[in-house]
Every structure is written in structure tokens, then in C-alpha cells.
């Protein structure tokens, strides 16, 4: 303490010897100074919180990619596979399933087929007249691993013999009374990917898919010159070293990028990257116009101060010659002053100016009164001059204190009025500088707010997966509030042209089933409506309740007698030929061009419709429209009624699972912990004898 009363003392004697406006200054710049640095703080916990929510949008992103060629590879693993059911390959007719290769290839334009003996022979190619001599698979490797597993295999890009260019293949084996038969190769265009990606990244992102060789399979930018080409070593190395995340690292051009990425379940990476020069240049610029309205805001306060210094020191000056003419006992007028105080210490200073002359001039008479009797009184009159002019000294200098004391005076209350402003705001300043001391106190929190984002990203994955192929989750439904909320998605789905009617059933039953996946349905009967009507036409969704009776359910064997709710979908569009009627829910059959539709549309509805325990029955005639009717079951049982809006299967299990009887054992196969604990304890609840095994070959030894 005695160290900083030194220095305080020091600097005290220094800024007393200095002009008013260099202290002003001075001040101001120190004030400055807690400002630019808070500014400083600021800017780092932007760039990294920036930094962070871009890693984050990257590894987003590249699963987002992930997904997206996954469901390219099952549709092409989807289309191999039904073809490996055809009956004239199991017959051995190549010439005949040729033909029906060319027509299914017509949902993935750009592809093609082969068909190769187990030991690599090509026997066919849609790339070649059937009957051609072909050379060789070029992944002899590949159909022996599709046997031996007894799956389809995906390839990494290697040049093909037959089509001379880079491509990867889905292969999938054929066998015919368990014996190997053929090998069906699907070539995936890599311009299938590369169309893909542009449709979701054009914002200057480098995007890329590689194969499990880290090969290109694609990439945004100059696909063409690194197709099949390796990727880069750094992003290799961080591959190796993890399945997904992110890494920064050089692209094959050699700028540094920061890239995140995924994992497909076959192996392939998906990587989306941002240039490092693209993530800095907004940031700098933020701090580059930071410092230059700092640096603004600093000189025009150093500016204010000078003309205010430069205003005050005026006026202070001018009271100051004016004190010392006082003190020398000269006669002066009243003042101009900067402010108030000062104006107050210039009146007193010209009111003890004129009370001194008046002053001086008694003494003067005195004086001339006196000199008559000097003579005879010359002691005691020196004496009494002597007293007077000791007298007039003190009056004088007690007058001239008294001067300076409210000069002192008003000047201080000023500076203390501007000290309080100045203290106050920095006393704020050092609270919210003390609070960023303590800012590891809140790093659960942030830990815990990240999980929970990674959670979400993860559960996006999980939905975005679960349109394509999820178990369904039950849950009660009305249909009337369903098509309510899904009016406005349906407006937009249809063109202008298409005008929507909606005849919903008043006292419509509710329903249990997936309020996801009837979404779904909905939309897509809505969107084959739409198809049917290219000029324009009327669309009308009705609901109401129905019954089946056990004379009607004798013509369906999976139908049940009992209660139904009703969902209608119906067009006045060109309808469907009465020989097609019973094909439109076949995978892959339908009507439409090759980029209209895959004809899984309405195969995926009826899959779940059935799933759900329901009927559907289409009706149409040829220029007089379709009528589709989607059958669910009436939802009998009084649930429990609880805050949610909803109730998922995994809450009414206690409602709807029935108890064990005595001997009974159930098998779990869970391999996430949680999930698997949860379910052995409601089982054991149930009273059930539970085995617990976290993968295949656990459950296969228990």
C-alpha cells in the first residue's frame, strides 16, 4: 500500500505540473483503454464461438451428405436386388433379363448392369449389345465377399473394363437352391453423387464422398480431375485416426480448410470443408471495423476533450491573472467564465477587488486625517500604521485565501462531478470484467448444452433415416387435426391449378398409428393426384368412420372385422386403365417418366397401412379420375390421459403388453446400455425370465 501511495503521490506532483487539457486527455485515454480491451474480449469469445458453430454445421452437414449417399447405394442395392429375384435369371435366360435390366435402369439413369459367373466372367452388360464378348470383372475380390456373406458388397472406384471411366458397384449375389449362380453388378454413376451434392451445398463449400480406399467418388470442386484420385493426406490421417468429426487440414490444391465428416455404414466418408481464408474473412473484417469505430470513438473523445480543455483552461487562466491582480490590490471587473462554479469564483474575485479599493481608499482619509498629528503622536501613529498594515496584510491574504479557497473549491466539486461519472462507469466495467473471471464456472453448462446438440444432430440423423426405413411408433391420432396440420405442406405440394377440397367426418374416431409415416401417405396420394392432373382439376380428402363386416373381410385374409377410420383421397384426373388397376402397388411399377417417379411412392403406403393393421383400395376408371381409401384401425382402448400432447408406444407398454405366464423367456438384443437396461426391466416388471445380450453373437450363445 505504502508503494502505491508513493506512486499515486508521484503522479499527482507530475499531472499538477501539466495544462488542464493534458490531464483531460489523459483521462479520457485511460478510459479508452477498459473499453478497447473489453472490445478485445469480445472479439475472441466471437471468433471462437464462430469457429465452434461452424465445426458444428460442418459435422452436421457431412452427415446430412452421409445419409444422402446412402440412400443412393440402397437404391441401387434396392433395384439389384429385386432383379436378383427375376425368374429368367434364375432360369438362366441372360437374353430375356437383359431386357428387363435396361427397363429397370430406367429409375437410375446413368447406370448399368452386369452379370458375372462366381468366378468374375462377365456374361452380359447393359453397356454392351447382350451377346457381346466382355472382358472380365475388374473386382473378382468383391463377388467373392458378396458370397461369402451372402449380402450385396459395395465396391470402391476402380476403372471398369467394359466402360473404360472410373465407377464404384453395388454387388449382390445370386444363388439358386443355396447354391452360387451369378453376381449382379450395379454401376453407380458418380455423376448421380456429384448432382446430389449440388443440389444441397452451393455456398462455396469443398464437399466430397470417398470410398473406403479414400478415393473421390465425388467432389465440389473440379470433380472431373479428382474422381478416383486420392484425397488428401491430412484428412487420410484423421479418417484413420476416427470415423467422424472434424479436422483441419490442406486440400489437394494445398489450402487449408477445416472439414467435417461422416461415416456411411458401408464404409464410405463424407466430408464437407470450409477454406480457412472464407471462415477469417468475416471475423476480420468484424475486427478490422471494430477497431476502426474504436479508433473513431477514441479521437473524437480526445477531440471533445481538447475543445473543452482548450474552452476551460481559457476561462480558468483568465480568473487565475485575475487573482493575482487582486492579490497585488488592483481594481477588477466581473468575469466571463466556462461554467458555473467558475462564473461564481469570478464574481467573488470582483466583489473582493472593489471591497479592497473601497477599503484602501479609508485608509487613505484616515491617513490625510492623521497627518496633522503626526507630529505630536509621530510613535504611536507609526505604531498604529504598523498595526494597520499588519492588519491590511492578514486582510488582505485572508481575503485572497478565501478566493483561491472558492476557486479551489468550485473547481473540485466540478472535477468530482466528472470523477463520479468516470469512477461509475468504470466501477461497472471492472463487476462485468470480474464476471468474465468466473467464466469456467459456467463450462458444465456449455458441456452440457453442446451434448445436448450433439443429441439433437444426431436424433435430426435418426428422423431424416426414419422417413426411409424406421419401426413405426404408434401413437393416438385424429385425422381430422392431422389434415389440419398438414394443410398448408399440401397447398404448396399441388400446383395452382389444383383445387383442394376437404370433407372431414364430424365425429371422427381416433386412430393408432404413426403420425409421421401417414403424414407421409398423405402426401404422397396428394402428390400422385397432382401428377394425374397436369392441366388442373379438383383434389378431395375426406375422412369418416366405417365398419367391416365378416362377409366383406372373407375376400381379404389379413382384414379383421371391427371399427375403421376412413382417410379418402380422390382427383379428376386421367385415372388408371383397368389392366394396371392391380399392379399400382407393386415396388417399382408406374405409370410415370423416369423423373417423375421411382414407383415406391405408393408401395411405401400400402407397406404401411398393412404394417398398421389397416386396408387400402384404389378405384379409378380411365379419364374419370382415382379414388384411393386408406383404412386404419378405430383406436378402442381408454388411455391414460397425461401432460403430453401425444403418447408414443414406449409409454402406454404397460398399458397394451400383456403379462408372462409361468416359463415364459424373453431374449433382448440391444446393443446401446441404456435402452437395453430400460427394456429387461419393464420385461422383468411383466414377470417375464429375460436374457440380455448387447449384439448377434451374444444372443446367438445365450
Not at 114 to 121: L, M
Not at 174 to 179: A, T
Not at 270 to 287: F, R
Request: charged share 20%.
Amino acid at each position: 500500500m505504502s508503494l502505491l501511495r508513493v506512486w499515486i503521490s508521484k503522479a499527482s506532483a507530475v499531472f499538477e505540473r501539466r495544462p488542464l487539457w493534458h490531464q483531460l486527455a489523459f483521462l479520457a485515454f485511460v478510459t479508452a483503454l477498459p473499453l478497447l480491451f473489453s472490445s478485445y474480449l469480445m472479439y475472441k469469445r466471437l471468433v471462437a464461438n464462430e469457429r465452434q458453430s461452424t465445426l458444428q454445421q460442418l459435422s452436421v452437414n457431412a452427415k446430412t451428405l452421409a445419409g444422402m449417399a446412402e440412400n443412393e447405394i440402397e437404391i441401387h442395392a434396392a433395384i439389384a436386388t429385386t432383379l436378383a429375384l427375376s425368374p429368367a435369371l434364375q432360369r438362366g435366360d441372360l437374353a430375356a433379363f437383359w431386357r428387363e435390366s435396361k427397363g429397370a435402369l430406367q429409375f437410375v439413369p446413368g447406370s448399368w448392369i452386369d452379370v458375372t459367373t462366381p468366378a468374375g466372367k462377365t456374361l452380359m452388360s447393359t453397356l454392351q449389345p447382350f451377346g457381346t464378348l466382355l472382358p472380365d470383372t475388374a473386382e473378382p475380390e468383391l463377388i467373392k465377399r458378396a458370397f461369402a456373406t451372402g449380402r450385396y458388397q459395395v465396391g470402391n472406384m476402380v476403372v471398369g473394363p467394359v466402360s473404360n471411366k472410373f465407377r464404384s458397384v453395388v454387388e449382390v449375389p445370386v444363388f439358386r437352391n443355396g447354391e452360387p449362380l451369378y453376381s449382379i453388378s450395379i454401376g453407380m454413376e458418380p455423376l448421380r453423387f456429384l448432382n446430389g451434392m449440388k443440389d444441397k451445398f452451393t455456398h462455396g463449400e469443398v464437399v466430397a464422398i470417398l470410398d473406403r480406399a479414400r478415393r473421390f467418388v465425388a467432389r465440389i470442386p473440379a470433380h472431373d480431375e479428382r474422381v478416383g484420385s486420392l484425397a488428401s493426406e491430412g484428412w487420410r490421417a484423421a479418417i484413420e485416426n476416427s470415423a467422424e468429426g472434424w479436422t483441419r487440414n490442406q486440400t489437394v490444391e494445398g489450402l487449408w480448410s477445416v472439414t467435417g465428416y461422416a461415416q456411411t455404414k458401408h464404409g464410405w466418408t463424407t466430408g464437407v470443408a470450409l477454406l480457412e481464408s472464407d471462415i477469417q474473412s468475416p471475423l476480420t473484417t468484424i475486427l478490422l471495423s471494430s477497431l476502426l469505430i474504436s479508433g473513431v470513438l477514441v479521437l473524437l473523445s480526445m477531440f471533445l476533450v481538447f475543445l473543452v480543455a482548450r474552452h476551460l483552461s481559457g476561462g480558468i487562466a483568465g480568473i487565475a491573472a485575475a487573482a493575482r491582480k487582486v492579490g497585488d490590490g488592483i481594481t477588477i471587473e466581473p468575469l466571463p467564465a466556462p461554467f458555473l462554479e467558475a462564473q461564481i469564483v469570478a464574481t467573488t474575485l470582483a466583489m473582493a477587488s472593489a471591497e479592497l479599493q473601497h477599503r484602501d481608499e479609508q485608509l487613505k482619509l484616515a491617513n490625510s486625517e492623521l497627518e496633522a498629528k503626526v507630529t505630536e503622536r509621530t510613535a504611536a501613529l507609526r505604531a498604529e500604521m504598523q498595526r494597520r498594515e499588519e492588519a491590511e496584510t492578514i486582510l488582505r491574504q485572508a481575503q485572497k485565501m478565501d478566493a483561491i479557497g472558492q476557486l479551489t473549491g468550485g473547481i473540485a466539486h466540478d472535477f468530482n462531478n466528472m470523477l463520479t461519472i468516470v469512477i461509475g462507469n468504470l466501477d461497472t466495467l471492472h463487476r462485468r470484467l470480474k464476471s468474465l473471471d468466473n467464466a469456467g464456472d459456467f463450462q458444465s453448462l456449455v458441456e452440457a448444452a453442446l451434448e445436448g446438440a450433439r443429441r439433437a444432430a444426431k436424433l435430426t440423423d435418426r428422423l431424416l433415416a426414419f422417413a426411409r426405413q424406421q419401426s413405426l411408433q404408434p401413437e393416438e391420432l385424429n385425422l381430422n387435426d392431422l389434415i389440419g396440420s398438414v394443410s398448408e405442406m399440401l397447398t404448396r405440394t399441388v400446383d395452382e391449378t389444383v383445387k383442394i377440397e376437404t370433407v372431414l367426418g364430424a365425429g371422427l374416431w381416433s386412430t393408432f398409428a404413426d403420425g409421421n409415416q401417414l403424414e407421409n401417405a398423405l402426401i404422397n396420394l396428394a402428390i400422385n393426384a397432382r401428377d394425374a392432373m397436369p392441366d388442373g382439376g379438383k383434389l378431395t380428402i375426406e375422412t369418416a368412420n366405417a365398419s367391416f363386416d365378416e362377409e366383406y373381410v372373407k375376400h381379404f385374409p389379413e382384414l379383421q372385422a371391427g371399427q375403421y377410420v376412413m382417410l379418402s383421397v380422390s382427383d379428376t384426373g386421367s385415372g388408371i386403365p383397368p389392366d394396371l388397376i392391380d399392379k399400382v402397388f407393386e415396388p417399382f411399377f408406374t405409370t410415370k417418366t423416369a423423373d417423375k417417379g421411382t414407383g415406391l411412392g405408393l408401395a411405401m403406403v400400402f407397406g404401411f397401412v398393412k404394417q398398421s393393421g389397416g386396408h387400402i383400395r384404389m378405384y379409378s376408371e380411365s379419364g374419370l379420375g382415382t379414388l384411393v381409401k386408406v383404412y386404419l384401425p378405430r383406436l378402442t382402448e381408454t388411455l391414460e390421459r397425461t401432460s403430453l400432447p401425444h403418447r408414443k408406444l414406449a409409454q402406454i407398454a404397460d398399458v397394451l403388453a400383456p403379462r408372462a405366464r409361468p416359463g415364459e423367456t424373453v431374449l433382448v438384443v440391444e446393443d446401446d446400455e441404456g435402452v437395453r437396461n430400460y427394456s429387461v426391466g419393464v420385461l422383468e416388471e411383466l414377470g417375464y425370465h429375460v436374457l440380455a445380450a448387447e449384439s448377434g453373437d451374444g444372443a446367438l450363445d445365450l
